[in-house]
C-alpha cells in the first residue's frame, strides 16, 4: 500500500502543480470556520491543530522559492525512507504555510510509516479539510484508522473512493485488511483475492495477506488443535508436542483474537481402545500397558486469560486439564492437570518469539504419578507466499512419585529432558476442490532423556506428518497423519534376558485419520480412528515381548469453544 500512496501522492503533486500554472490565485475547496492552524507538537500522538480565532487558511498550490526547495529536499528524504527527516521537514512547511495541503498529505504519510498513527490522522485531517476531495488523503487515512482499530472510521474513508474503478483495487485490499483484523478471514480472502487479481502495486501485499488469512484461519488452527488432542491417541498429554503446538496455534491465529482477553475451550468424548495404556508413546515400564480393552469417556477443558495484550505482545496465563475414566479397568484413569504463564512477541511482521512455562502434575489410578516442569523458547517464521517453519526447544524436570524398589536406582526415571524441534507448514490445494487450501505438517523432534537410572538414558527421535483440508460437503474437514519414532537406549536393559543383556531399541508407528463437522463458529463434532504398533528388542523369559504392543482407538468428540 505504500508503493500506492508514494505513487498517488506524486500524480497529485503533478495534478496540483499544472493547476498552479493555470492560474495562482485560484481558491481550494474550503469551508469558513473559526479554527486556525498551528504545528502540531509531534510529543503528542492524539494532538490536533490547536483552537484559535483566526479563518483556516485556504488550500493553495504555490510557494515561497525557499518553500519549493525545502519541499523538494524533504521529499527526497521521504522516498529515501529518512522518515524522521521527512517529518521534520513537513512539520516545518506546515508551520510556514497552514494552507499547503501537499505538505500535511507528505507529513501525515512521513507519521504513519513510522508508527505515529494518532498524528497521522491528525495530518490527514487537516489535508482533508483543506481539499475533502482528495482520494489518496482518504485512502492513507484509512490505514492508519486500521492500525489503530478505528474499523468503523475506516470504512468511512473507503467509502469515498471504492466505487471509482481507478481505486477499487485499493479499495478492496484495505476492506481486506478490515476483515482480517476483525477475524472475518472469509470475507477478508474473497478481498484479497479481487484486489490481487487486479494487479498494479496492490498485488504482492494483497498476496502477502491473502497468504496469511488462509495460513490463519480458525479451520486450520482448531484441525491442528483437534489432531493433537485426539488424532494420535491423546498425545496432547505429551508435553513436548502440546505445548510447541498451541504456542504455533496462538502464532497463526493472532489475527483472528476476540476482544475479550479471556478463553474458554471444553473437549468431551468417548473412545474405544482395544489395549489401554497410560501413555501413547515412550512406554517407561511394561506395567503401564493393560494388553485390555475397555472404554473410556474424556474430558479436556482449557481456559487462558490475556492480563497484557498489544500490537506487538501477548502476556498471559494457561490452564488446561486431560481426564479419563475408564468404564472397567478404572485403576488406569488418568487426571493431568497443567498451568503456567505464557509470551508471543512479534519481533518483526512475519517473526514471533514465543515461550511457555508449565507445571504439570498427573495422577494414574487416582494416585499421585508424576510432577514435572516445563520450559518452552520458540520462534516461528511465516512465509508470506503462504507456509511457515517454527523452531523450539523444550527442558522438563520430571519426578515420577514412584520407582521401582531398587537401591541402585537403576529404574529411576527422575531427571531431565532436552528437546529439539521443527515443524514446517506446507499450503497445498486440497486433494477435493483446487479452489479451497489445505495443508501439510512435516515435523521432527529429537529428546535426550538424562535421567538419574542408567535404564531410561537416551535419544529418542520423531518424524510426523499431517494433512489438513476441507472436504467439499456437509462443512467437514478431514485430517491424515503419522508418526515414527525410534528410541535408542544408551545403556543394556535390565528388562532383558540376563544372558544376554541388550541395549533397548524401540520402533513405533501411528497412523491416524479423523473427520471434524463444523456445526458453528463455537461447535464441532469429531469422529477419528488411530492404530499404533511398537515394537522392542527387548525380551524376557516367561514374560515375552514386554514392551511390544499394538492398539485401535475409535473416538466421537464434541468440542465447544466460547
Same mark, same amino acid.
Given at each position: 500500500?505504500?508503493?500506492?500512496?508514494?505513487?498517488?501522492?506524486?500524480?497529485?503533486?503533478?495534478?496540483?502543480?499544472?493547476?498552479?500554472?493555470?492560474?495562482?490565485?485560484?481558491?481550494?475547496?474550503?469551508?469558513?470556520?473559526?479554527?486556525?492552524?498551528?504545528?502540531?507538537?509531534?510529543?503528542?500522538?492524539?494532538?490536533?491543530?490547536?483552537?484559535?480565532?483566526?479563518?483556516?487558511?485556504?488550500?493553495?498550490?504555490?510557494?515561497?522559492?525557499?518553500?519549493?526547495?525545502?519541499?523538494?529536499?524533504?521529499?527526497?528524504?521521504?522516498?529515501?525512507?529518512?522518515?524522521?527527516?521527512?517529518?521534520?521537514?513537513?512539520?516545518?512547511?506546515?508551520?510556514?504555510?497552514?494552507?499547503?495541503?501537499?505538505?500535511?498529505?507528505?507529513?501525515?504519510?512521513?507519521?504513519? #510509516?513510522?508508527?505515529?498513527?494518532?498524528?497521522?490522522?491528525?495530518?490527514?485531517?487537516?489535508?482533508?479539510?483543506?481539499?475533502?476531495?482528495?482520494?489518496?488523503?482518504?485512502?492513507?487515512?484509512?490505514?492508519?484508522?486500521?492500525?489503530?482499530?478505528?474499523? /468503523?472510521?475506516?470504512?468511512? #474513508?473507503?467509502?469515498?473512493?471504492?466505487?471509482?474503478?481507478?481505486?477499487?483495487?485499493?479499495?478492496?485490499?484495505?476492506?481486506?485488511?478490515?476483515?482480517?483484523?476483525?477475524?472475518?478471514?472469509?470475507?477478508?480472502?474473497?478481498?484479497?483475492?479481487?484486489?490481487?487479481?487486479?494487479?498494479?502495486?496492490?498485488?504482492?501485499?494483497?498476496?502477502?495477506?491473502?497468504?496469511?488469512?488462509?495460513?490463519?484461519?480458525?479451520?486450520?488452527?482448531?484441525?491442528?488443535?483437534?489432531?493433537?488432542?485426539?488424532?494420535?491417541?491423546?498425545?496432547?498429554? /505429551?508435553?513436548?508436542?502440546?505445548?510447541?503446538?498451541?504456542?504455533?496455534?496462538?502464532?497463526?491465529?493472532? &489475527?483472528?483474537?476476540?476482544?475479550?482477553?479471556?478463553?474458554?475451550?471444553?473437549?468431551?468424548?468417548?473412545?474405544?481402545?482395544? !489395549?489401554?495404556?497410560?501413555?501413547?508413546? !515412550?512406554?517407561?515400564?511394561?506395567?503401564?500397558?493393560?494388553?485390555?480393552?475397555?472404554?473410556?469417556?474424556?474430558?479436556?477443558?482449557?481456559?487462558?486469560?490475556?492480563?497484557?495484550?498489544?500490537?506487538?505482545?501477548?502476556?498471559?496465563?494457561?490452564?488446561?486439564?486431560?481426564?479419563?475414566?475408564?468404564?472397567?479397568?478404572?485403576?488406569?484413569?488418568?487426571?493431568?492437570?497443567?498451568?503456567?504463564?505464557?509470551?508471543?512477541?512479534?519481533?518483526?511482521?512475519?517473526?514471533?518469539?514465543?515461550?511457555?512455562?508449565?507445571?504439570?502434575?498427573?495422577?494414574?489410578?487416582?494416585?499421585?504419578?508424576?510432577?514435572?516442569?516445563?520450559?518452552?523458547?520458540?520462534?516461528?517464521?511465516?512465509?508470506?507466499?503462504?507456509?511457515?517453519?517454527?523452531?523450539?526447544?523444550?527442558?522438563?524436570?520430571?519426578?515420577?512419585?514412584?520407582?521401582?524398589?531398587?537401591?541402585?536406582?537403576?529404574?529411576?526415571?527422575?531427571?531431565?529432558?532436552?528437546?529439539?524441534?521443527?515443524?514446517?507448514?506446507?499450503?497445498?490445494?486440497?486433494?477435493?476442490?483446487?479452489?479451497?487450501?489445505? !495443508?501439510? #505438517?512435516?515435523?521432527?523432534?529429537?529428546?535426550?532423556? /538424562?535421567?538419574?537410572?542408567?535404564?531410561?538414558?537416551?535419544?529418542?527421535?520423531?518424524?510426523?506428518?499431517?494433512?489438513?483440508?476441507?472436504?467439499?460437503?456437509? !462443512?467437514?474437514?478431514?485430517?491424515?497423519?503419522?508418526?515414527?519414532?525410534?528410541?535408542?537406549?544408551?545403556?543394556?536393559? &535390565?528388562?532383558?534376558?540376563?544372558?544376554?543383556?541388550?541395549?533397548?531399541? /524401540?520402533?513405533?508407528?501411528?497412523?491416524?485419520?479423523?473427520?471434524?463437522?463444523?456445526?458453528?463458529?463455537?461447535?464441532?463434532?469429531?469422529?477419528?480412528?488411530?492404530?499404533?504398533?511398537?515394537?522392542?528388542?527387548?525380551?524376557?523369559?516367561?514374560?515375552?515381548?514386554?514392551?511390544?504392543?499394538?492398539?485401535?482407538?475409535?473416538?466421537?468428540?464434541?468440542?465447544?469453544?466460547?
Amino acid at each position: 500500500m505504500k508503493d500506492t500512496i508514494k505513487r498517488s501522492g506524486v500524480v497529485l503533486i503533478l495534478t496540483l502543480a499544472s493547476a498552479a500554472t493555470v492560474s495562482l490565485g485560484q481558491d481550494a475547496p474550503t469551508e469558513p470556520t473559526t479554527e486556525a492552524v498551528t504545528p502540531v507538537d509531534q510529543t503528542d500522538a492524539s494532538q490536533a491543530p490547536a483552537q484559535g480565532t483566526q479563518a483556516e487558511p485556504q488550500a493553495h498550490f504555490s510557494r515561497s522559492a525557499e518553500g519549493e526547495i525545502l519541499f523538494q529536499e524533504t521529499q527526497g528524504k521521504y522516498y529515501r525512507n529518512d522518515l524522521a527527516g521527512a517529518e521534520a521537514g513537513f512539520s516545518q512547511l506546515t508551520q510556514q504555510d497552514g494552507g499547503d495541503v501537499q505538505a500535511w498529505y507528505f507529513l501525515g504519510l512521513a507519521q504513519l #510509516d513510522q508508527g505515529k498513527y494518532n498524528d497521522s490522522v491528525a495530518s490527514f485531517d487537516q489535508a482533508l479539510r483543506l481539499d475533502p476531495t482528495l482520494t489518496e488523503v482518504h485512502a492513507a487515512r484509512a490505514k492508519a484508522h486500521i492500525a489503530l482499530q478505528q474499523y /468503523d472510521l475506516a470504512g468511512n #474513508d473507503i467509502a469515498e473512493f471504492e466505487n471509482d474503478p481507478a481505486w477499487q483495487a485499493q479499495a478492496a485490499y484495505l476492506k481486506g485488511q478490515i476483515y482480517y483484523a476483525r477475524g472475518d478471514l472469509d470475507q477478508a480472502a474473497r478481498s484479497f483475492e479481487v484486489a490481487r487479481k487486479a494487479g498494479g502495486v496492490e498485488e504482492e501485499s494483497a498476496e502477502f495477506y491473502q497468504g496469511l488469512t488462509y495460513l490463519r484461519m480458525r479451520d486450520l488452527v482448531r484441525a491442528r488443535s483437534i489432531y493433537r488432542e485426539a488424532g494420535l491417541g491423546g498425545a496432547d498429554r /505429551d508435553p513436548t508436542v502440546a505445548a510447541a503446538s498451541r504456542q504455533l496455534d496462538d502464532v497463526l491465529a493472532s &489475527q483472528q483474537r476476540s476482544s475479550r482477553p479471556w478463553e474458554l475451550q471444553i473437549t468431551t468424548g468417548y473412545e474405544y481402545d482395544t !489395549n489401554v495404556l497410560l501413555i501413547g508413546s !515412550n512406554i517407561a515400564l511394561p506395567t503401564e500397558i493393560s494388553n485390555r480393552e475397555d472404554g473410556r469417556f474424556v474430558l479436556q477443558p482449557r481456559g487462558s486469560y490475556s492480563f497484557y495484550r498489544k500490537p506487538n505482545i501477548d502476556v498471559g496465563v494457561e490452564a488446561n486439564g486431560y481426564f479419563t475414566f475408564q468404564q472397567d479397568i478404572t485403576s488406569f484413569d488418568i487426571s493431568s492437570y497443567q498451568i503456567g504463564p505464557y509470551v508471543n512477541y512479534k519481533l518483526a511482521e512475519n517473526l514471533h518469539a514465543s515461550a511457555r512455562y508449565g507445571f504439570n502434575y498427573v495422577e494414574f489410578g487416582h494416585e499421585k504419578y508424576l510432577t514435572r516442569h516445563l520450559i518452552t523458547p520458540q520462534l516461528t517464521l511465516i512465509n508470506p507466499k503462504g507456509g511457515y517453519t517454527s523452531a523450539y526447544f523444550q527442558y522438563q524436570l520430571n519426578d515420577f512419585a514412584t520407582e521401582y524398589d531398587d537401591p541402585l536406582k537403576t529404574f529411576d526415571r527422575d531427571g531431565n529432558s532436552y528437546v529439539l524441534g521443527l515443524v514446517q507448514g506446507i499450503p497445498v490445494p486440497s486433494l477435493f476442490d483446487a479452489q479451497q487450501k489445505a !495443508n501439510i #505438517d512435516l515435523s521432527y523432534r529429537v529428546t535426550y532423556q /538424562d535421567t538419574q537410572g542408567q535404564e531410561y538414558q537416551g535419544i529418542l527421535q520423531t518424524l510426523g506428518v499431517a494433512y489438513y483440508t476441507p472436504l467439499p460437503f456437509w !462443512n467437514l474437514r478431514l485430517d491424515l497423519g503419522g508418526t515414527l519414532t525410534y528410541e535408542a537406549y544408551r545403556n543394556p536393559s &535390565q528388562f532383558d534376558d540376563p544372558g544376554n543383556r541388550s541395549r533397548r531399541r /524401540d520402533l513405533e508407528y501411528v497412523l491416524s485419520i479423523g473427520v471434524t463437522h463444523k456445526i458453528n463458529d463455537k461447535a464441532s463434532l469429531r469422529v477419528d480412528y488411530a492404530y499404533t504398533n511398537h515394537n522392542s528388542n527387548i525380551e524376557m523369559t516367561g514374560s515375552g515381548d514386554p514392551f511390544d504392543y499394538n492398539r485401535s482407538i475409535v473416538g466421537v468428540r464434541f468440542i465447544y469453544t466460547f
